[in-house]
């Protein structure tokens, strides 16, 4: 008896526990996530756009790209030939850079940045911030592949059309660009910010002007593409946003250092120097985000020893503004003779006359080292003076990516090409940037007299003195900002990637040299090894042929003369380089893409 | 490591019997980080550490060779230590009713498992002067902790009937009610800024570069299920399953599936028309079933919009900031994987039972397949979403022979058996929606494994190298992208003076074609046991008669230098090197980073180096004595035995011609602890040859 009433209780008590765990647990099925953030709250909060908006900044070039970019350029001689400039080991299966993820993840959020909950003038300032970001990619995307694919929305997974979509011409392209700068101008809320890691209205003026001056100038020498007609209005939308800058902005040009350091200061504070920077990858030492310039620019084994050609480094002015190029027997200066009385960015460019480094606290001189520099001219433009800092990423200087004279160099070459630079815009632009360097001459008037020098070894086309001027000046200023490249492809002068890498010159064989004048022997170039060696002396070996092979370093007149450095690997340029193949995997997974001529497989 | 059992149970009425498991287990684990590359450690040492330059200094410090690799081994500071604690608790009942005609049961489990990290990465000292020190992984002296817990549990209750009735027929009938749910929670902090390299605690954790993740994922899945089984005079077996399931994975349209299932078996041997003697045939069993499961294992959350939370690595006014990007793209829909199999077996036994034999076949349909969709253009902008895509078709067999007799050895019986079991399997790719067929995702009609590669045809020569250049034009030889003797040749399958892989589809495949299959096939064990007087002996072999491996780009243990230049040079490379004095090496002209770099003319998949890694393995052999029972008795023992276990004394297999370097168990992922486990292959913690010696006492 008792028996069945316990089973019957359990039986009763067990169906209504299975009924309740049935309905309590389908409610469980119903899972929605914790641990992300979903639309509303990114979309109905100014935090949250905030949030998302924080993203794009991995648009802008990381802490090291910055001054790899000129590895490949025109002054640089670097440890081997770049592949993009030799015959056969550049081409569309090892080609890159055909990734769009950054695109659309502005474009989602312009799609979606529309919640009514959020005022409008909210809303804007942060589908500003993704537009000037939009544009930063496709701007790169077009110096790059020239045309691409135009996308303003995130494509569907379902959308054969867009996937599958050609490429648009490049103007339709750039105008969806200076488009979309021209709403985040209007739009974006800030207007300075004093830690330059923020984008502001000037910024994105300025980043209108580096586009525009580039799509211009790009027109008006790239002939093939018949679309030089179209160049002045660019050219000009480039000087208008220049000149808001100047006018509108608040930057001036960093003198605070004087003539002799001003200029590095902004390469090497830990903190950027706001008056002039308006943009930078800035480091911190507390928040463990440092860069690698020192370990970059010192190291044999790390980096690609990238040094100056002596060519390059003949167009830093004499101080008192005149052409060191115009000066009688300057082709066989030696090191320490050719560095007096330039430009005073040349002190601040390269490792030459009183500059030190310290070591463990003590202060050592620091001539070139052959260990390192190919041609004599070793950077110092990024590196911080401690050695501390060489051998790894610990370097504690944030990193520009736009700085007022950048904006004043658009100005004065936009201006020049258009035809309508004045003595006053020379004065307040390359006067301005050449007086902080500690030129006296030639700063308030624009040149009359075309350099002869940057004719023959630059610029054979280009007659006007001013443009010419302006050409120098860029290259001098902005070395190692990463431009340099592209320049060249706007004013299609790619041919001069194939210069030969030349040094510093060299009187004679066997004949120890001090290069930065402190009366110790830094270097001597021999051809037989000499039976005893100066102690501290980098002894470099110029013979033309090697037990292992031809030797890469000789003087140009084999006992003396400018050091040669991978003449016996040819540089090759063909117009087809202005433009970078599409990736083969691209082309074969959307055939209708087309490849860049030139680079058929 | 240690782990405690318990179990019991007790019978509370004559009818109500109620039990209790409980597992504790806790588990440690050390894994050593360098802080030079901070990339895991197999393939750091592979790559960095390089084997002629000196650990330390004369003065005693570390080289900064030594300091960037595995110097600090030496210290033992940087690394993670992984604690794993498992506490598991089953309670159930068994309650009989009905004269033992109905039995309930309920059980409910309750699972924890807490994982808990700690990371050291401090920097290393080293000397590249005298009396100067220096230090690699500056920029990190942090410390990690993170903890993380999976709480789950799960409950059944379901009845059964079971009775047997007149006439020999017998019944069981099963229905009943399951549910599941886990919760996990996560909580990861980073501080920088250590005061000293030996601090072991966040608060000793200074600097101002704070990292703190959260974490949390819930999912839960209910099903309800019934069995019926029903036999006649053990003659004819029958069983009819059904599940009905639910999953939160899922979105609620799409959450339910009913699964069910019907197998069937006929003992020939017990018919009254079977009169071979059990001398000859003992034993005849033919089974069949056909029935559908459910796969539901996927991501939670798959099919719901998620913005994920991170900080920045770039300092933005001040702060590095919490940053999230778009949303995961949804799949057109998700629901559960089903695979629907059908399986034809048979069981024999021959000579009065000695000789027994077993065999299977099945052909299994997988359906709504969860995987990656197609392949899309770059311009897509973010990952593809996994979804139900694809339909699977796997054929299969599996046989079982087993010989076990005894006979008399010096007056003692010798009992000795063996046993074989061989498997194999393919599988077929049925659908899969592939615009084009293209070769880089699955395509209907796809065996899976298969390896699409070129074929070698030689090496080009001073005769022939200058048209290299035009035929290869997509790979290179060198970086320099030149081309001389000794290079690897394609052979033009098309005939069209180029070599390619034209579409890369299967319609247009170019001079590509199916060189190989990775999946193992033939996979077998074989047993064998003796023993006589005391003496016992076994031993198992292990093995995979046919498997392919292509070593992947970064197998520097493959490739040694055509690797990376700067990589071991492996000792099974030599004198297989091509020279103009031996044409005809196994390795082409020797040059760095031709396997690495995706232009690299060796990665490409190609059949002269395509890996044939079956293999066979002597995973265990055992001898050992059981002390005889007079002898132990004195020493109040109720049984002792000593023994001695090999485990993994001999393997054997083609690759070894090539390379003794690589273990054909271990060539797939590497490093699993610290990454993706993509960037090597075969690098990993080597397959132990072990020896046991040992006691058994049982008092």
Redesign the interface.
Known sequence: MI?QY??RL??VM?IA??AA??SG??K????????????D??FGSEAGM???T??F??VLPSMGDVFRKDAMADYSAVSAVP?FL??????A??ADG????????I???IVNCNNPAIDSTTRNNYVGLARFFRAYFYFEKVKRFGNV?W?NK??D??DQE????GRDNRTLVMDSVIADLDYAADHITLKS?A?A??ITKYVVYGLKSRVCLFEGTFRKYQTSYNLAGTAPALLQQAADAAKKVMDEGGFAINQTGGAGASYRQLFISAAPVATEVMLA????S?????NDANWYFTSATYGNRLSFTRTFINTYLNIDGTPFTNEAGHETQTFAQETQGRDMRLQQTIRMGSYTRTD?GKTVAAPPVFSYTYTGYMPIKFTLDDT?YD????GTNSITLMRYAEILLNYAEAMAELGKLSDNDWAKTVGALRARAGITGGITAKPTVADNYLKTNYFPDISDAALLEIRRERGIELVLEGFRFHDLIRWKAGDLLTKPWVGMYVPALDTPMDLNGDGVLDVCFYKTAPAEQVKGVTYINVSPVLSSGTNPQVLSDDTHGEIHWLDN?SREWDDYRYLYPVP???L????KLGQNPGWE? | MYNVRAKGNIQLTDWLQVYNNTEYSSREYHNPLNVGEGGGIWRNMADEAHPSSMLFNPDGTLTYTAAYTVGDFVYGKNGIDFNRALFRNTTGFIANVFKNKFRLRGDFTYQSIADKQKRLRVQVPYSAAPGVVAYVGTGYNDLMMKDSTNRYFASNVYGEYENTFAGGHYLKVLGGFNYEQATYTGLAVTRNGLIYSDAKDLNLALGSNIVTAGGYEKWAIQGEFFRVNYGYKDRYLLEVNGRYDGSSKFPSNQRYAFFPSVSAGWRVSQESFWHVPSKIMSDLKIRGSYGSLGNGNINSYAFQEQFLIAQSGRVINGIRPQTTSQPNVLPNGLTWETSTTTNGGIDMAFLNSRLTASGDVYLRRTTDMFTVGQTLPAVFGTDVPKGNYANLKTIGWEATISWRDQFKLADKPFHYGITAVISDYTATITKYNNTNNKLSDYYAGQKLGEIWGYENDGYWTAQNVGQAKAAQALFKASNSGTWLPGDIKFKDQNNDGVINNGANTVADHGDMKIIGNSTPRYSYGLTLDANWNNFFFSTFFQGVGKQDWWPGAESDVFWGQYNRPYNFMPKSQVGKIWSEQNPDAYFPRYRGYIAQNGSGVLNAKQSKYLQNAAYIRLKNIQVGYNLPKTFISRAKLSAARVFLSAENLWAHSPMFKVTKDLDPESIGRSDTVTDSGNSGNGNNYPILKSMTLGLNVTF
């Open positions: 028996q316990f089973s359990q039986r067990m526990g299975v765990l049935l647990c389908a469980n099925l119903d899972q929605t996530p914790v641990a992300t953030a979903d639309k709250a990114i905030k949030l998302y924080n993203s900044y991995d592949d030799r015959t056969g080991a550049y081409n299966r090892v055909w990734d769009w993820k950054q695109l659309r993840n474009n989602y959020f694919p996308i995130p494509l997974i379902n867009g996937l599958y979509a910010d830690s890691s923020q990858n800035v480091t911190s507390t928040l463990a985000v440092f463990n501390y051998g790894g990423t610990t690997v083969y995997t691209d074969q997974l959307n055939p497989l």
